[in-house]
């Protein structure tokens, strides 16, 4: 509600409290009734309360006079008592002269309204109104006379209470009110006088004698200013080199002698003071000090300047002085401390001075002067303003352009803006001209067209208002320049200049704080001093520069012989200062509202601004006094980081993009900006990109040419324009790093051969630039307008895929933080979305060097069996190994992830999120194709295996960590992650082959010392048999030799620990089967057998048994088959590129190139790695070799507990193959091997219950079709590699009678011991001792075997013939992977002919270009092995032959059928087949 509205609602409840809520409503407005807002209230609240006296304007509730006059007299009454009237307050008179103003307006209007009526009343006595108008007519102008006689009652009575002054009365209100009330005794005579008064004042001419003036007075005037100057300021201060009161006493003789001219020679004194203010202008550098004194003396000057000391005493500040306060109040306060009394100026005498310079300035704006406007005029006139000699108020009038303007300089620069922009969109070199040829016709003279004469264009006037903003802010007069720049803010922008003069002033008020913050320093010799030179004599002194007083601000720089010296050092007085933090929010901030993002033109300044933001967002960390580490996170509602917050919104990432290219200034500012959170950094980030570059013009225009030059770098940069290039990359990515970056993804996403190119052009960028980077990637990813998958669903698009290549090279060649990232990935897997999988495969694959899915030749997945560093040398040597290249390893790319993924604590959740996408991600495209989808699979499990191999590699994470740090507890995986058994296991295989590998090493030392103290013992007791008398002194075995009745000596017994070790020994050597401890199962894996039961799928726990699960989960190639051959090889050829690398080093260093004596460090960096690889990979061996031979030992313990639950041994090899074997062949080329011979490895243990039989049948059996359906590619391969390894043991049985025999049976103490393997009748319990009775013999064998290749022809061949594709794609797989053993003439004459008729029908109706491809290749290889599958010619007794060969086949099946029914325990179900075929 207004303040009018709330007055009326005061009258109409005036006598229920309206009066007390009236008096409410103007009691502050009291205190302050010189203040504009206060001013108007107090108006017009009087106003209505006068007015509801009057019967001229009704009112819905009237008040009488008395009530009015005792309103007016309580108000008073209740003001403080400095505010009484019978002081006469500075208030009270205030008042006065509002209510004079008031009773002026309403008896003005009255004054119109009688004379309205009368004109009324003259038209009514012609006949022309209504009698009903009359009468209305008549009505008002009583009531107006009513009116003027309550008007005149009420100014008598706050005569008579001491409101109203008689002698404003008589000055403001009408002479006709004036005489009614009594001020006036005579109202004619007062009349008559008032005229002659103005009559003098404005029409009569003062006259000076003109003649004596021009010819003596002024030069006597000028001789007179000019001989009492004194001596100038000191040149290199610019204070006056003689005391104040010096200057002051020579002063005021000179203003007295001037005064004495004016008088004798009757000079103007209008003029005189322009002849001083001339003189001023000319010395203004030099004796500015004198004529300010001057002037004080004069009828125009500042009374209270005088006596003002050079130097006053220093007091301290209180460090509250500025809290809180406006930034006028601010500036006041400023003035206050330097002595300066602005409010005291005198009106009357600063008008006249500023008519005078506004006479000058005038004449600087006509058209026809061609002058420009002196500096030292508008310096002049500056000083006067900031010494308080006149007013800015009263020189604005005077000085142009005006107001209206000035919106036309504005509107001036806003084009100006537009052009910039417009000619940075258009090419220069479209633009220009064609080229002229070089005919004949070029040569002649072309006619030259008649020029035209040039028009004069008129001359733009003079921007006065600039030229004096220049000069107040050079003065340090900043209140009248701050007055100025906010009616104005846009000249800033428009005239950089201003922004200088502003920084200079920030720069001086910031100076003590930083001082605080940086502490004391040692000033080193500064860059602009002149250094000692060298000559013919020694050395020779620098040339001392002389001072020169300068009226340029800032100063400009020095010269050889130069040094400029502001003439005024006096403008840092009233500067206000920030002394502490506070003081930034208070003083500082506010200033910088005017320079806005013009703080980019002093880099000196912004260095020291940041830097004391720097240790101010200090201020809100916790820092451990020990570790020197934030403790815990700041709070982000803290007032320190909000305000350093929108700092860098509002001034910092505006001023950065005007920098052109200063890494000091990136840097600075990534200081504060990193101790944000991702979330708000990245926050500014956006709004720096998408907004800020559309708040500023200066902005736009950068935007238009960083975009245009950008894209003009991008298109030149290759890899011979790098070096060329990078610096001016750099200075892009310092100052738009959100245009250019953008411009460079952008680039990336559409060209991915540009990738690493624009890394390697990345040396030079800073810290920020890579975050502001990463944000751009980010941003790039989760662009949702961009399609992340092609047509077929599930594959990647290429953009999706470059991207993500740049992003793990860019990561692994730079050190920064990519914690965000890893955030962003874990999110998006999260959320479902399965293709941002790749981002993660393309980190580690750059970054660590580790290949998602590689595919491996047989010997190297041989090396894959051994130890890490034996791994990594056989598959990514050049990218981790050995032959890393030096320069590479120093990025230490591997070892930064596994911190990140330690440090952000994304470990476990990245790995839990990998392994339920590889579950879920082929049931989240049920539309696609099968073929997609098997590739999606194959993805996804590739990045699974990837990052399982980064967190099991001890150079990048070590074992511990990844225990502790990484992998929960094993039945935490599955039930409340929800991953599979097998996944869950191959996750957890590391951890237990740690441990298991910890009690091999503590065994084999355990074993040595006991071995040692074994030949100690031994060596004792043949020293005391040789030396019976001496054995009590020499041996100090604690078992002392016991000799038997007959006098001989016998062997000390060994301890129950040796016993049982003893035992071990001789089982593992001679295969007798001791007697297992109470507790055979290992320490290190028994705890987990709960958490077996509790994963295990199905019926395994029951079925299997929790101790075989874990061991066969747990065990790979590593335990069973090191690989030595690949150690030495790998040895022998590291240590010959050692050597290399030696001679090398040696021919670098006798080089006489010093290119090449340069590269000797690098060889010899690279000979030490190689020979530190070199003794890893033999402690490795040796590592190995105890490993395998613990866990034979252990094998041999558990063997017999495995299946002591005597489970049926079809049922046994069923779970053992679908828990076991089946889901682990598939996982990778290693695994499968690891099943193939961890059948071998159980059957020659002679694992009682296991029917190696049984479980080669089912695993060849017709499930072999269905297996091939539902795997992937990679799968099918490495399900190949697994029937690869089963048939090639098989077959070198069925090749072998006498390794079948060896391999079937073992030697115990003398006698023959059969392995339980191949039984042929299983009884419920199995038998203590095998006979040879119960095994299959060589020859039955064989036939099984040739059914299991029948059986395995006849799938494959259905599967190649069934049409569908994955059958088809994966049979193929699966045959190339077994073509070595299948198919074999030997062991099946027509599976070959079969299969290749098989293929060649497939491939004459086959259209599936890529079946037909992969069809073509298998069949090129097959018809290769043709020898080996063909059945031979046959010989020319074909009769013979094939009744031979019937009977042979009728024979050999009677005997298969008989072998069947055994293996079957009765049931004829494999001799019906036999006999069917």
Same mark, same amino acid.
């Given at each position: 509600?207004?303040?009018?509205?709330?007055?009326?609602?005061?009258?109409?409840?005036?006598?229920?409290?309206?009066?007390?809520?009236?008096?409410?409503l103007?009691?502050g407005?009291?205190?302050?009734?010189?203040?504009?807002?206060?001013?108007?209230?107090?108006?017009?609240?009087?106003?209505?309360?006068?007015?509801?006296?009057?019967?001229?304007?009704?009112?819905?509730?009237?008040?009488?006079?008395?009530?009015?006059?005792?309103?007016?007299q309580?108000?008073?009454?209740?003001?403080?008592?400095?505010?009484?009237?019978?002081?006469?307050?500075?208030?009270?008179?205030?008042?006065?002269?509002?209510?004079?103003?008031?009773?002026?307006?309403?008896?003005?209007?009255?004054?119109?309204?009688?004379?309205?009526?009368?004109?009324?009343?003259?038209?009514?006595?012609?006949?022309?109104?209504?009698?009903?108008? &009359?009468?209305?007519?008549?009505?008002?102008?009583?009531?107006?006379?009513?009116?003027?006689?309550?008007?005149?009652?009420?100014?008598?009575?706050?005569?008579?209470?001491?409101?109203?002054?008689?002698?404003?009365?008589?000055?403001?209100?009408?002479l006709?009110?004036?005489?009614?009330?009594?001020?006036v005794?005579?109202?004619?005579?007062?009349?008559?006088?008032?005229?002659?008064?103005?009559?003098?004042?404005?029409?009569?001419?003062?006259?000076?004698n003109?003649?004596?003036e021009?010819?003596?007075?002024?030069?006597?005037?000028?001789a007179?200013l000019?001989?009492?100057?004194?001596?100038?300021?000191?040149?290199?201060?610019?204070?006056?080199?003689?005391?104040?009161?010096?200057?002051?006493?020579?002063?005021?003789?000179?203003?007295?002698?001037?005064?004495?001219?004016?008088?004798?020679?009757?000079?103007?004194?209008?003029?005189?003071?322009?002849?001083?203010?001339?003189?001023?202008?000319?010395?203004?550098?030099?004796?500015?000090?004198?004529?300010?004194?001057?002037?004080?003396?004069?009828p125009?000057?500042?009374?209270?300047?005088?006596?003002?000391?050079?130097?006053?005493?220093?007091?301290?500040?209180?460090?509250?002085?500025?809290?809180?306060?406006?930034?006028?109040?601010?500036?006041?306060?400023?003035?206050?401390?330097?002595?300066?009394?602005?409010?005291?100026?005198?009106?009357?005498?600063?008008?006249?001075?500023?008519?005078?310079?506004?006479?000058?300035?005038?004449?600087?704006?006509?058209?026809?002067?061609?002058?420009? &406007?002196?500096?030292?005029?508008?310096?002049?006139?500056?000083?006067?303003?900031?010494e308080?000699?006149?007013?800015?108020?009263?020189?604005?009038?005077?000085?142009?352009?005006?107001?209206?303007?000035?919106?036309?300089?504005?509107?001036?620069?806003?084009?100006?803006?537009?052009?910039?922009?417009?000619?940075?969109?258009?090419s220069?070199?479209?633009?220009?001209?064609?080229?002229?040829?070089?005919?004949?016709?070029?040569?002649?003279?072309?006619?030259?067209?008649?020029?035209?004469?040039?028009?004069?264009?008129?001359?733009?006037?003079?921007?006065?208002?600039?030229?004096?903003?220049?000069?107040?802010?050079?003065?340090?007069?900043? $209140?009248?320049?701050?007055?100025v720049?906010?009616?104005?803010?846009?000249?800033?922008?428009a005239?950089?200049?201003?922004?200088?003069?502003?920084?200079?002033?920030?720069?001086?008020s910031?100076?003590?704080?930083?001082?605080?913050?940086?502490?004391?320093?040692?000033?080193?010799?500064?860059?602009?001093?002149?250094?000692?030179?060298?000559?013919?004599?020694?050395?020779?002194?620098?040339?001392?520069?002389?001072?020169?007083?300068?009226?340029?601000?800032?100063?400009?720089?020095?010269?050889?012989t130069?040094?400029?010296?502001?003439?005024?050092?006096?403008?840092?007085?009233?500067?206000?200062?920030?002394?502490?933090?506070?003081?930034?929010?208070?003083?500082?901030?506010?200033?910088?509202?005017?320079?806005?993002?013009?703080?980019?033109?002093?880099?000196?300044?912004?260095?020291?601004?940041?830097?004391?933001?720097?240790?101010?967002?200090?201020?809100?960390?916790?820092?451990?006094?020990?570790?020197?580490k934030?403790?815990?996170?700041?709070?982000?509602?803290?007032?320190?980081?909000?305000?350093?917050?929108?700092?860098i919104?509002?001034?910092?990432?505006?001023?950065?993009?005007?920098?052109?290219?200063?890494?000091?200034?990136?840097?600075?500012?990534?200081?504060?900006?990193?101790?944000?959170?991702?979330?708000?950094?990245?926050?500014?980030?956006?709004?720096?990109?998408?907004?800020?570059?559309?708040?500023?013009?200066?902005?736009?225009?950068?935007?238009?040419q960083?975009?245009?030059?950008?894209?003009?770098?991008?298109?030149?940069?290759?890899?011979?324009?790098?070096?060329?290039?990078?610096?001016?990359?750099?200075?892009?990515?310092?100052?738009?790093?959100?245009?250019?970056?953008?411009?460079?993804?952008?680039?990336?996403?559409?060209?991915?051969?540009?990738?690493?190119?624009?890394i390697?052009?990345?040396?030079?960028?800073?810290?920020?630039?890579?975050?502001?980077?990463?944000?751009?990637?980010?941003?790039?990813?989760?662009?949702?307008?961009?399609?992340?998958?092609?047509?077929?669903?599930?594959?990647?698009?290429?953009?999706?895929?470059?991207?993500?290549?740049?992003?793990?090279?860019?990561?692994?060649?730079?050190?920064?933080?990519?914690?965000?990232?890893?955030?962003?990935?874990?999110?998006?897997?999260?959320?479902?979305?399965?293709?941002?999988?790749?981002?993660?495969?393309?980190?580690?694959?750059?970054?660590?060097?580790?290949?998602?899915?590689?595919?491996?030749?047989?010997?190297?997945?041989?090396?894959m069996?051994?130890?890490?560093?034996?791994?990594?040398?056989?598959?990514?040597?050049?990218?981790?190994?050995?032959?890393l290249?030096p320069?590479?390893?120093?990025?230490?790319?591997?070892?930064?992830?596994?911190?990140?993924?330690?440090?952000?604590?994304?470990?476990?959740?990245?790995?839990?999120?990998?392994?339920?996408? $590889?579950?879920?991600?082929?049931?989240?495209?049920?539309?696609?194709?099968?073929?997609?989808?098997?590739?999606?699979?194959?993805?996804?499990?590739?990045?699974?295996?990837?990052?399982?191999?980064?967190?099991?590699?001890?150079?990048?994470?070590?074992?511990e960590d990844?225990?502790?740090?990484?992998?929960?507890?094993?039945?935490?995986?599955?039930?409340?992650?929800?991953?599979?058994?097998?996944?869950?296991?191959?996750?957890?295989?590391?951890?237990?082959?740690?441990?298991?590998?910890?009690?091999?090493?503590?065994?084999?030392?355990?074993?040595?010392?006991?071995?040692?103290?074994?030949e100690?013992?031994?060596?004792?007791?043949?020293?005391?048999?040789?030396?019976?008398?001496?054995?009590?002194?020499?041996?100090?075995?604690?078992?002392?030799?016991?000799?038997?009745?007959?006098?001989?000596?016998?062997?000390?017994?060994?301890?129950?620990?040796?016993a049982?070790?003893?035992?071990?020994?001789?089982?593992?050597?001679?295969?007798?089967?001791?007697?297992?401890?109470?507790?055979?199962?290992?320490?290190?894996?028994?705890?987990?057998?709960?958490?077996?039961?509790?994963?295990?799928?199905?019926?395994?726990?029951?079925?299997?048994?929790?101790?075989?699960?874990?061991?066969?989960?747990?065990?790979?190639?590593?335990?069973?088959?090191?690989?030595?051959?690949?150690?030495?090889?790998?040895?022998?050829?590291l240590?010959?590129?050692?050597?290399?690398?030696?001679?090398?080093?040696?021919?670098?260093?006798?080089?006489?190139?010093?290119?090449?004596?340069?590269?000797?460090?690098? #060889?010899?960096?690279?000979?030490?790695?190689?020979?530190?690889?070199?003794?890893?990979?033999?402690?490795?061996?040796?590592?190995?070799?105890?490993?395998?031979?613990?866990?034979?030992?252990?094998?041999?313990?558990?063997?017999?507990?495995?299946?002591?639950?005597?489970?049926?041994?079809?049922?046994?090899?069923?779970?053992?193959?679908?828990?076991?074997?089946?889901?682990?062949?598939?996982?990778?080329?290693?695994?499968?091997?690891?099943?193939?011979?961890?059948?071998?490895?159980?059957?020659?243990?002679?694992?009682?219950?296991?029917?190696?039989?049984?479980?080669?049948?089912?695993?060849?059996?017709?499930?072999?079709k269905?297996?091939?359906?539902?795997?992937?590619?990679?799968?099918?391969?490495?399900?190949?590699?697994?029937?690869?390894?089963?048939?090639?043991?098989?077959?070198?049985?069925?090749?072998?009678?006498?390794?079948?025999?060896?391999?079937?049976?073992?030697?115990?103490?003398?006698?023959?011991?059969?392995?339980?393997?191949?039984?042929?009748?299983?009884?419920?319990?199995?038998?203590?001792?095998?006979?040879?009775?119960?095994?299959?013999?060589?020859?039955?064998?064989?036939?099984?075997? $040739?059914?299991?290749?029948?059986?395995?022809?006849?799938?494959?061949?259905?599967?190649?013939?069934?049409?569908?594709?994955? #059958?088809?794609?994966?049979?193929?797989?699966?045959?190339?992977?077994?073509?070595?053993?299948?198919?074999?003439?030997?062991?099946?004459?027509?599976?070959?002919?079969?299969?290749?008729?098989?293929?060649?029908?497939?491939?004459?109706?086959?259209?599936?270009?890529?079946?037909?491809?992969?069809?073509?290749?298998?069949?090129?290889?097959l018809?290769?092995?043709?020898?080996?599958?063909?059945?031979?010619?046959?010989?020319?007794?074909?009769?013979?032959?094939?009744?031979?060969?019937?009977?042979?086949?009728?024979?050999?099946?009677? #005997?298969?059928?008989?072998?069947c029914?055994?293996?079957?325990?009765?049931?004829?179900?494999?001799?019906?087949?036999?006999?069917?075929?």
């Amino acid at each position: 509600m207004d303040i009018l509205d709330t007055t009326q609602a005061c009258l109409l409840n005036w006598e229920s409290g309206g009066d007390e809520e009236c008096r409410k409503l103007v009691f502050g407005p009291h205190s302050n009734p010189r203040d504009a807002d206060a001013n108007a209230t107090l108006t017009t609240v009087y106003h209505a309360l006068l007015s509801s006296t009057l019967l001229s304007w009704p009112a819905k509730k009237s008040l009488s006079v008395d009530a009015v006059i005792a309103f007016v007299q309580s108000v008073l009454d209740h003001l403080p008592s400095s505010s009484a009237p019978s002081e006469k307050s500075p208030n009270v008179v205030a008042f006065g002269e509002i209510l004079v103003d008031i009773i002026w307006a309403i008896d003005s209007e009255l004054e119109e309204i009688v004379g309205d009526t009368k004109n009324a009343a003259t038209t009514a006595e012609q006949g022309t109104v209504s009698p009903a108008t &009359v009468d209305q007519v008549v009505k008002v102008k009583g009531n107006a006379e009513t009116d003027k006689l309550t008007i005149e009652s009420a100014v008598r009575r706050l005569l008579s209470i001491g409101v109203l002054d008689p002698d404003m009365c008589r000055e403001r209100l009408d002479l006709a009110l004036v005489a009614n009330i009594g001020l006036v005794a005579d109202k004619l005579a007062f009349e008559r006088k008032e005229i002659r008064t103005r009559t003098a004042l404005f029409y009569k001419q003062n006259k000076f004698n003109l003649l004596r003036e021009e010819s003596e007075g002024y030069s006597k005037l000028t001789a007179e200013l000019t001989s009492g100057l004194g001596p100038p300021h000191s040149a290199s201060t610019g204070y006056p080199s003689e005391s104040i009161e010096t200057i002051e006493a020579r002063a005021r003789p000179t203003w007295e002698r001037t005064l004495g001219l004016i008088g004798y020679f009757d000079l103007d004194p209008n003029r005189v003071l322009d002849i001083i203010l001339d003189v001023f202008s000319v010395h203004l550098a030099t004796h500015h000090s004198f004529f300010l004194s001057l002037l004080s003396f004069s009828p125009w000057g500042n009374q209270t300047r005088r006596g003002v000391k050079q130097e006053e005493m220093n007091v301290e500040p209180s460090p509250e002085q500025y809290r809180g306060k406006s930034l006028t109040e601010v500036l006041k306060i400023a003035e206050a401390q330097s002595g300066a009394h602005l409010n005291d100026v005198d009106s009357s005498n600063a008008r006249v001075l500023a008519q005078v310079l506004g006479f000058k300035f005038t004449y600087y704006l006509s058209p026809d002067v061609a002058e420009t &406007v002196p500096r030292n005029l508008y310096l002049m006139t500056a000083i006067l303003i900031r010494e308080g000699f006149l007013r800015l108020e009263d020189l604005y009038c005077h000085i142009g352009p005006t107001d209206e303007q000035m919106a036309a300089h504005h509107k001036a620069y806003l084009d100006n803006v537009e052009a910039r922009i417009a000619g940075a969109k258009v090419s220069q070199l479209a633009m220009a001209a064609p080229l002229e040829s070089g005919g004949p016709s070029a040569s002649k003279a072309r006619p030259v067209a008649a020029s035209e004469p040039k028009k004069e264009e008129p001359r733009e006037p003079p921007n006065q208002k600039l030229g004096l903003l220049h000069a107040l802010l050079a003065v340090g007069a900043l $209140r009248p320049a701050i007055a100025v720049l906010s009616k104005f803010p846009w000249m800033v922008d428009a005239y950089p200049e201003i922004a200088d003069l502003m920084l200079r002033i920030l720069k001086h008020s910031v100076s003590p704080l930083y001082d605080i913050v940086a502490g004391p320093k040692d000033k080193a010799a500064s860059f602009t001093k002149p250094r000692p030179r060298y000559g013919a004599a020694g050395v020779v002194p620098a040339p001392e520069r002389r001072p020169y007083l300068t009226l340029w601000a800032p100063t400009p720089p020095c010269t050889s012989t130069l040094d400029f010296v502001f003439f005024f050092p006096d403008w840092v007085r009233r500067i206000p200062l920030c002394t502490s933090y506070d003081d930034l929010a208070d003083v500082l901030e506010p200033l910088m509202r005017f320079v806005g993002l013009h703080i980019s033109r002093d880099p000196a300044f912004l260095g020291k601004f940041l830097r004391i933001g720097r240790q101010h967002m200090l201020t809100t960390i916790t820092i451990d006094p020990e570790t020197k580490k934030p403790v815990g996170s700041p709070d982000p509602n803290s007032p320190v980081r909000l305000f350093w917050f929108k700092i860098i919104r509002l001034y910092l990432f505006p001023a950065l993009p005007l920098i052109r290219g200063s890494a000091v200034c990136t840097a600075e500012v990534w200081n504060i900006v990193r101790q944000f959170e991702t979330t708000l950094r990245w926050q500014l980030y956006g709004e720096w990109k998408s907004t800020t570059y559309k708040t500023h013009p200066e902005l736009r225009v950068r935007q238009v040419q960083t975009d245009r030059e950008s894209k003009g770098i991008l298109r030149r940069l290759s890899h011979n324009t790098i070096d060329a290039l990078s610096g001016t990359v750099a200075k892009l990515a310092h100052s738009n790093p959100c245009i250019f970056f953008t411009n460079a993804v952008n680039q990336i996403m559409a060209y991915d051969n540009l990738a690493g190119v624009v890394i390697q052009a990345l040396n030079h960028s800073t810290i920020m630039g890579f975050d502001v980077l990463l944000y751009i990637i980010l941003e790039a990813f989760a662009n949702p307008n961009k399609d992340r998958v092609k047509d077929d669903g599930v594959n990647t698009t290429d953009w999706l895929q470059s991207l993500a290549s740049f992003t793990g090279m860019l990561f692994r060649r730079y050190s920064t933080d990519f914690s965000p990232l890893l955030h962003y990935v874990v999110h998006q897997l999260h959320g479902g979305q399965s293709t941002d999988i790749v981002v993660f495969r393309e980190l580690i694959w750059k970054m660590a060097g580790i290949q998602p899915l590689p595919s491996l030749s047989d010997s190297q997945v041989i090396a894959m069996a051994g130890g890490p560093t034996l791994r990594i040398e056989a598959v990514a040597s050049s990218a981790r190994g050995a032959r890393l290249d030096p320069g590479d390893a120093v990025h230490k790319g591997p070892q930064r992830l596994g911190k990140a993924l330690l440090d952000s604590s994304l470990a476990l959740p990245l790995l839990i999120q990998v392994a339920q996408q $590889r579950q879920a991600c082929v049931f989240r495209a049920p539309d696609a194709h099968l073929k997609s989808l098997a590739s999606l699979f194959d993805t996804t499990h590739g990045v699974l295996l990837q990052y399982l191999e980064l967190l099991t590699t001890p150079s990048i994470i070590t074992p511990e960590d990844y225990a502790n740090k990484v992998v929960p507890p094993l039945s935490e995986l599955n039930e409340k992650y929800g991953i599979c058994a097998p996944v869950c296991m191959q996750i957890y295989r590391p951890i237990l082959n740690k441990a298991l590998l910890a009690a091999a090493l503590a065994l084999q030392e355990k074993e040595r010392v006991a071995s040692e103290e074994a030949e100690k013992r031994l060596k004792a007791a043949l020293t005391a048999k040789r030396e019976p008398n001496a054995s009590a002194s020499r041996v100090a075995s604690p078992n002392p030799v016991e000799t038997s009745a007959n006098g001989e000596a016998s062997e000390a017994k060994p301890s129950a620990a040796e016993a049982q070790q003893m035992d071990v020994s001789m089982e593992l050597a001679d295969g007798v089967l001791t007697s297992p401890p109470e507790n055979p199962w290992l320490p290190e894996l028994y705890p987990y057998f709960e958490e077996v039961k509790k994963i295990a799928p199905g019926n395994a726990s029951e079925v299997i048994g929790p101790g075989f699960y874990l061991t066969f989960w747990q065990m790979s190639t590593y335990d069973l088959s090191p690989p030595t051959a690949k150690y030495d090889e790998e040895c022998a050829t590291l240590r010959t590129l050692s050597r290399t690398e030696d001679t090398l080093s040696l021919q670098a260093d006798r080089s006489m190139d010093r290119a090449k004596r340069a590269t000797a460090g690098t #060889h010899r960096e690279k000979r030490n790695r190689i020979n530190a690889i070199v003794a890893m990979l033999g402690q490795e061996l040796k590592e190995q070799a105890a490993a395998r031979s613990f866990t034979i030992k252990r094998l041999a313990r558990e063997k017999q507990h495995w299946f002591s639950h005597n489970p049926k041994a079809a049922t046994l090899a069923q779970c053992i193959i679908e828990y076991c074997l089946q889901p682990r062949c598939l996982i990778s080329p290693m695994d499968a091997d690891f099943c193939a011979q961890f059948i071998k490895v159980i059957h020659m243990q002679g694992t009682p219950g296991f029917s190696t039989l049984m479980c080669y049948d089912k695993l060849l059996g017709d499930h072999v079709k269905v297996v091939v359906f539902s795997c992937s590619e990679y799968e099918a391969r490495n399900y190949g590699r697994f029937l690869s390894g089963i048939l090639t043991d098989i077959s070198k049985w069925c090749q072998d009678e006498q390794l079948f025999l060896q391999e079937n049976r073992t030697k115990s103490g003398g006698n023959t011991v059969f392995l339980p393997g191949l039984q042929l009748r299983w009884a419920p319990t199995p038998k203590p001792v095998i006979s040879q009775e119960d095994l299959i013999t060589w020859n039955d064998f064989k036939q099984v075997v $040739r059914k299991w290749h029948r059986k395995l022809n006849k799938s494959l061949v259905e599967c190649i013939e069934s049409g569908e594709f994955m #059958h088809i794609y994966n049979a193929i797989v699966v045959l190339k992977e077994i073509l070595p053993v299948f198919p074999v003439a030997s062991v099946s004459e027509f599976a070959g002919a079969s299969l290749a008729r098989s293929v060649e029908r497939f491939l004459e109706k086959e259209e599936r270009g890529d079946l037909k491809i992969l069809g073509r290749a298998y069949y090129a290889s097959l018809k290769k092995r043709e020898p080996v599958w063909a059945v031979p010619h046959p010989h020319p007794k074909v009769a013979c032959v094939s009744f031979a060969r019937g009977a042979t086949f009728l024979n050999y099946s009677s #005997h298969i059928a008989s072998a069947c029914v055994c293996f079957e325990s009765g049931n004829a179900l494999y001799a019906k087949r036999e006999a069917a075929s």
